[in-house]
């Protein structure tokens, strides 16, 4: 597959406007998508979303929105007339929210005449592992991300984010669903506050779609390469 390869992509979480295009310009010809959570959003707005496209970038929106349906059901609305690849909402959210976000973002797109952004459906970060889950009185990752995919999946959403492990299951059981992997480490780096994490490669074999990487590229002395590594590796 040629560069830019859109499995890959890089998540820019800081609000340093000139860090962030400098980022954003260095990669552009290794991947096809960035990613701008709520620590870039915040700072800069739908804004950002603009400047990122205008380098010839797409942009994966993760503010992994979480409220009740009517204010999801907007939200989205909103987002989508943005023009992003991709954005994330919580399953915890519940069937109606799901299903009120996958309807009021495919209405939306088909009123502006766009295409239809993926909407991703977050399952359990890989920052948390059993034993809160366990604490709260659940029987752990495995199990509740299972359940929430299938729940997804049954609302409409396009895809779901989960771990590495998690993507092997949810691949068997839901062919159709778009699987995004973040949590990605290559054994030499440092884990961070990622619990449940996985490398390239292991992702790639389990099923991934996408894999979504962070400080492993962004705190790297030379991005680039650091991105070069892991497409090398997600290639096999
Ligand atoms: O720096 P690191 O590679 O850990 O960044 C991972 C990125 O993926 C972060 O921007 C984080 O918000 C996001 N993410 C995650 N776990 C999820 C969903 C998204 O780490 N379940």
């Known amino acids: 597959m040629s560069l830019p390869d859109d499995r890959l992509i890089i998540a820019i979480d800081t609000p340093d406007l000139s860090g962030i295009l400098r980022l954003a310009n260095s990669l552009r010809d290794i991947v096809r998508v960035v990613k701008i959570g709520s620590t870039s959003f915040n700072a800069h707005g739908p804004e950002l979303i603009g400047m990122i496209k205008s380098i010839g ?13 009517q204010q999801v059901t907007q939200t989205v609305r909103d987002i989508t007339s943005f023009g992003v690849k991709m954005f994330t909402i919580h399953t915890f959210g519940g069937i109606d929210m799901m299903k009120g976000a996958a309807q009021a973002t495919a209405e939306q797109a088909e009123r502006l005449g766009i295409k239809k952004p993926l909407v991703m459906g977050v399952t359990i970060l890989t920052s948390i592992d059993d034993e809160w889950l366990r604490m709260l009185g659940f029987d752990g990752a495995e199990r509740g991300v299972d359940r929430l995919v299938e729940f997804a999946s049954a609302s409409g959403l396009d895809g779901v984010v989960a771990s590495g492990d998690d993507a092997v299951r949810i691949k068997d059981a839901h062919q159709g669903l778009k699987v995004l992997v973040p949590g990605i480490r290559l054994d030499s780096t440092p884990k961070d506050d990622q619990k449940r994490i996985s490398t390239p490669e292991a992702a790639i074999k389990n099923g ?21 590594t892991i497409l090398d590796r997600i290639r096999g």
């Not at 970038?57 to 349906?69: E, G, N, S, T």
């Open 57 to 69: 970038m797409d942009v994966f929106l993760d503010l992994k929105l979480f409220d009740i349906p």
């Open 208 to 228: 991934a779609d996408y894999l979504v990487v962070g400080r492993p590229v962004t705190q790297s002395k030379d991005p680039g390469s650091a991105a070069m």
